[in-house]
């Protein structure tokens, strides 16, 4: 079995690898995948750039369809 600080230390590590620009969107309130672990997502991903929609959880692209579809732009714009 796998401890958890290795499986933690080895997530960290190939999240730390990915060499591309990524974008991490959640809503605030998301239930199954926690924003608190959005934040560490992002945080753990290099150059990565994070989007926390206010009072949304998992439609926050049907919530905020014009906001997400410009920042996608954006983002892609680069």
């Given at each position: 079995m796998t401890?958890?600080?290795?499986?933690?230390?080895?997530?960290?590590?190939?999240?730390?690898?990915?060499?591309?620009?990524?974008?991490?969107?959640?809503?605030?309130?998301?239930?199954?995948?926690?924003?608190?672990?959005?934040?560490?997502?992002?945080?753990?991903?290099?150059?990565?750039?994070?989007i926390i929609?206010?009072?949304a959880g998992?439609?926050?692209?049907?919530?905020?369809?014009?906001?997400?579809?410009?920042?996608?732009?954006?983002?892609?714009?680069?």
């Amino acid at each position: 079995m796998t401890h958890p600080e290795t499986f933690r230390d080895s997530v960290s590590a190939r999240l730390e690898a990915i060499r591309q620009p990524t974008l991490v969107a959640n809503g605030e309130n998301y239930v199954m995948v926690p924003t608190p672990n959005t934040h560490l997502l992002a945080r753990h991903i290099p150059d990565s750039k994070l989007i926390i929609y206010p009072d949304a959880g998992h439609a926050f692209i049907f919530q905020y369809p014009l906001e997400f579809a410009a920042e996608v732009n954006a983002f892609l714009g680069k």
